[in-house]
């Protein structure tokens, strides 16, 4: 009977609590073509949006015209920061010229990186509740 009391305890513990999981919607303009795929990595560090490794979620998705909208769910509060690129052959990777200037299509959260990468600090979005931004590919 003391099992069964718990649990039922702690089944309206679990149904009381608020959800602090997320949505957040990227709205992706400015698709000149729609060859490869979006490579899309969400970071929560500063070190790992440096180092690009260690995202808290990531997706490919086949490029169409747009803008396209693709969702990432089940986010926690937190501040996060987004790099993507179009993957036109799909080599897996951001291709770049012999000067390191990306010839893919590329975009960053809050739309930074004009004059090269943007800190995470330029790039992060506060996620407190489902949010929708918009990131024009370069």
Known sequence: MRVFTNMAALGLLMVAMPSFAHELTLKIGNIQKTDGNLLIAIYDQQTHFDANSQWVAVQKVKVTTGPMRIVF?????GHYAVKLFQDENDNGRIDMNATGIPTEPYGFS?????YGPPSFDDSKVKLDKSTEIDIQLR
């Open 73 to 77: 769910s089940d986010l926690p509060t």
């Open 110 to 114: 809050a739309n930074g990186g004009i």
